[in-house]
């Protein structure tokens, strides 16, 4: 028995089952829709989607559909690429931007370069041609008042050095409470005033009454600075949080104040600040903790902020010799200076 002609045909049979089915694949590809997906992105392109691209001339690359880019000749590999490159905020700004994209056609760019449109994406889903210039927000100048207003800020506002000279003695000088008027400073000052008044700089600026009128005077509450809290200290006008604690701070540290020049020595009162709310201000001496220089030790009167070390072991040692110091032994020891004065207050013999 020959097996030969048999094997033959069976090889025969196969081949032509597999050329049928490849066959049959291919015309299934062709008239099926076609669907992918690739990273992640799926791609459905059908008949209803051509037949539409087919009317659409021009070709929008920064908001179009996956069909209008497909439709248009674009790869799928490319079109994911635009998809994930829109998806994280980005957007093609013209044709060289397009062509630098990973799976481009520079082929088809070039020949349909005319139909594309490069709109850029704004928000509501609108969306506006990239080459008009970019329409600025104007902001807001920023207004100043005269009378709070630091050096560095008014010169930035474009007053120059020798006019904010002027300006800071004249509110030192002037000013009460923390207002500067037009009517005032047209009379003190009057050079000052036609510059100021230049429009550029007179529409930012703050102007407040200068003084308060008298019966607002009359409502005005002294504050005890030695007893006053938080709240209290903050009432006064001028003085917010921040300082009111820094004042309390001082107040611990020295024991209470001998004089109400001593919160210049706070780092947020200066001195139109100190003018402001020195005349809210009162103090009540019965608060003030006093140094028994008799009884004190040497490490408690050192610990004093205005203590100095030789003037405090010259009152000891004047102590050990007369076993009782007095103050009319004690006063020779003690400097002209403003820190040697109020040191004397604090001390009782």
Known sequence: MKFEPLFKTTINNWLTIIVIALLSLVVWRVLKPSTMSME??????GEDSVAEAVVTDTLHVNYANVTQLSAFGFKSALIVNILKYRDAGGWIRDKEHLLRMRGIDSAL?????????????????????????????????MKVSLYYTSADTLMK??????IIDSLLE???KYI??????????????????????APHISERIVWRRDTLSKSKEKEVILVDINAA?????????????????RIIEKRTVLGGFIDIEQIKEIATIDTARYNQIAPQLTIGKASIKHIKINEVTQEELLAHPYM?????RALLRLRYRHKKLTREMAEPLFTDSKKDKYMLEYIQF
């Open 40 to 45: 992640g992105i799926s791609i459905e392109v």
């Open 109 to 141: 760019v070039e020949r349909k370069s005319e139909l594309l449109i490069y709109d850029v994406p704004v928000k509501g889903g609108k969306y506006a041609d990239y080459s008009l210039p970019k329409e600025k927000t104007k902001r807001k100048a």
């Open 157 to 162: 506002l474009g007053i120059s050095q020798p």
């Open 170 to 172: 004249y509110r030192e």
């Open 176 to 197: 009460v409470r923390g207002s500067m008027a037009v009517d005032t400073l047209r009379a003190v000052t009057p050079d000052i005033f036609s510059y100021v008044m």
């Open 229 to 245: 809290d938080m709240e209290q200290l903050c009432k006064v006008r001028g003085i917010g949080e921040k300082t009111a604690k």
């Open 308 to 312: 100095r070390k030789e003037l405090g």
